[in-house]
């Protein structure tokens, strides 16, 4: 049997700054404005894994070729472009292949063939700091990789000079495939002992009222997390900043609760990766109420706020008391047409905000994090929040408040 780490290989693969083209279909279930947008996210996934993109290849398509995934003549216009260009080190696809057709694909345009569930199980693997996180990742990375191991046996073989394509066979494949089996029972129990921990100091944190802050990914919840709370988690402008959850105490108006940090979502995030992440939710779960934050000047800011409401339909918390907070509104109102004057922008805005107010059925505040603004209000608002909620909850504790 080959040797391969798997988690390993991850987290090495996009270290050095490498060139990529990205591949994209138009399909009747994806428009040609999505899949444009999902391109410019798949750029961005890209560069926060070490990749820059050079070019991108979109194909218009009733469903995609099972053998290449986009038809023959894209392929030869993607090969062409590559052997032109001899910094191009990978092409990624926007959607997941199989193990077929990365064998497929590799052979023919003789360079790494990346889908975007590798893409992201990449970067998880490079963010992962806790012993969860990282169990996580490797579950959700063997989970990924159980069904192709034909495609990966393939690919390696060609890597290492071997006898041709045939692969090692499929007694060393279902070899593989027990070991990879036993690897992910192993994981899954390690993870449960985990998350009795986790509930264990979930309920030692005393009678406080639970806030979670939810988003898409790269919104500034790390950066309000950090106002909020006065201390300094890692923030930056890059997809997947924070995986692991934190938790901080927050105190307002000497009112204490607790603040959580969730990592982000994001749209064709891979079924495997939720499901392993699952545990790393609990705390949204587990919350008395939720900051739903919003990157406002994103032109699909809207497509994001469904994203994740969708999510947290999934995880059945769609019903706690929820304030959308449309971050960033210093950089929104540079968008605004400088003929207008400032009552104008002032009216537009206002009206925005009543009309998400009636379409999600809650309080909406804009702020930015960054700036400042608003920032008074919004902890104000946050206090009410809180005391409400601790008043029903915890009556008793209404002399100590």
């Given at each position: 049997?080959?040797?391969?780490?798997?988690?390993?290989?991850?987290?090495?693969?996009?270290?050095?700054?490498?060139?990529?083209?990205l591949v994209g279909v138009i399909t009747p279930e994806q428009s040609e404005e999505q899949v444009k947008e999902y391109l410019d996210e798949l750029a961005f996934l890209a560069l926060t894994a070490g990749a820059k993109t050079q070019k991108t290849y979109v194909q218009k398509l009733q469903h995609p070729d099972r053998r290449t995934f986009v038809g023959k003549g894209k392929i030869e216009e993607i090969l062409t472009y590559v052997e032109m260009n001899d910094e191009i080190t990978m092409v990624i696809f926007d959607d997941d292949l199989t193990g077929k057709q990365v064998s497929i694909l590799e052979e023919y345009l003789k360079v790494k063939i990346i889908d975007r569930s590798t893409l992201i199980l990449d970067i998880f693997a490079e963010r992962a700091q806790t012993?969860?996180?990282?169990?996580?990742v490797e579950l959700a990375q063997l989970q990924y990789l159980l069904p192709r191991l034909r495609g990966l046996w393939t690919h390696l073989e060609r890597q290492r000079g071997g006898i041709g394509m045939r692969g090692p066979g499929e007694k060393e494949i279902e070899t593989d495939r027990r070991i990879v089996r036993d690897k992910i029972s192993k994981l899954k129990k390690d993870l449960q002992k985990i998350d009795k921990q986790s509930e264990t100091q979930r309920k030692n944190r005393g009678q406080m009222v639970r806030v979670a802050?939810?988003?898409?990914?790269?919104?500034?919840?790390?950066?309000?997390?950090?106002?909020?709370?006065?201390?300094d988690v890692f923030a930056e402008n890059k997809l997947f900043a924070t995986l692991d959850t934190t938790v901080r105490k927050v105190v307002i108006d000497r009112?204490?609760?607790?603040?959580?940090?969730?990592?982000?979502?994001?749209?064709?995030?891979?079924?495997?990766?939720?499901?392993?992440?699952?545990?790393?939710?609990?705390?949204?779960?587990?919350?008395?109420?939720?900051?739903?934050?919003?990157?406002?000047?994103?032109?699909?800011?809207?497509?994001?706020?469904?994203?994740?409401?969708?999510?947290l339909k999934d995880l059945n918390v769609d019903k706690k008391p929820t304030l959308l907070v449309l971050n960033k509104a210093d950089l929104y109102r540079e968008q605004f047409d400088d003929m207008l004057d400032k009552q104008t922008r002032e009216d537009i805005l206002n009206e925005i905000i009543e009309n998400y107010k009636n379409n999600?059925?809650?309080?909406?505040?804009?702020i930015s994090a960054v700036s400042g603004e608003n920032m008074d209000n919004l902890k104000a608002k946050l206090s009410e929040m809180v005391t409400d909620i601790q008043q029903v909850k915890y009556p008793y504790l209404k002399n100590k408040w």
């Amino acid at each position: 049997m080959a040797e391969w780490n798997i988690s390993k290989q991850a987290k090495t693969s996009l270290r050095k700054k490498e060139y990529a083209v990205l591949v994209g279909v138009i399909t009747p279930e994806q428009s040609e404005e999505q899949v444009k947008e999902y391109l410019d996210e798949l750029a961005f996934l890209a560069l926060t894994a070490g990749a820059k993109t050079q070019k991108t290849y979109v194909q218009k398509l009733q469903h995609p070729d099972r053998r290449t995934f986009v038809g023959k003549g894209k392929i030869e216009e993607i090969l062409t472009y590559v052997e032109m260009n001899d910094e191009i080190t990978m092409v990624i696809f926007d959607d997941d292949l199989t193990g077929k057709q990365v064998s497929i694909l590799e052979e023919y345009l003789k360079v790494k063939i990346i889908d975007r569930s590798t893409l992201i199980l990449d970067i998880f693997a490079e963010r992962a700091q806790t012993a969860q996180a990282q169990a996580q990742v490797e579950l959700a990375q063997l989970q990924y990789l159980l069904p192709r191991l034909r495609g990966l046996w393939t690919h390696l073989e060609r890597q290492r000079g071997g006898i041709g394509m045939r692969g090692p066979g499929e007694k060393e494949i279902e070899t593989d495939r027990r070991i990879v089996r036993d690897k992910i029972s192993k994981l899954k129990k390690d993870l449960q002992k985990i998350d009795k921990q986790s509930e264990t100091q979930r309920k030692n944190r005393g009678q406080m009222v639970r806030v979670a802050l939810v988003g898409y990914t790269n919104v500034g919840k790390s950066t309000l997390m950090n106002v909020l709370s006065k201390s300094d988690v890692f923030a930056e402008n890059k997809l997947f900043a924070t995986l692991d959850t934190t938790v901080r105490k927050v105190v307002i108006d000497r009112l204490p609760f607790l603040l959580s940090d969730t990592v982000g979502f994001i749209r064709k995030l891979p079924h495997h990766l939720v499901e392993s992440f699952k545990s790393t939710l609990d705390e949204t779960r587990e919350s008395d109420c939720i900051l739903h934050v919003v990157d406002f000047p994103h032109s699909h800011h809207e497509e994001h706020i469904q994203t994740v409401l969708k999510t947290l339909k999934d995880l059945n918390v769609d019903k706690k008391p929820t304030l959308l907070v449309l971050n960033k509104a210093d950089l929104y109102r540079e968008q605004f047409d400088d003929m207008l004057d400032k009552q104008t922008r002032e009216d537009i805005l206002n009206e925005i905000i009543e009309n998400y107010k009636n379409n999600y059925n809650c309080d909406v505040m804009l702020i930015s994090a960054v700036s400042g603004e608003n920032m008074d209000n919004l902890k104000a608002k946050l206090s009410e929040m809180v005391t409400d909620i601790q008043q029903v909850k915890y009556p008793y504790l209404k002399n100590k408040w």
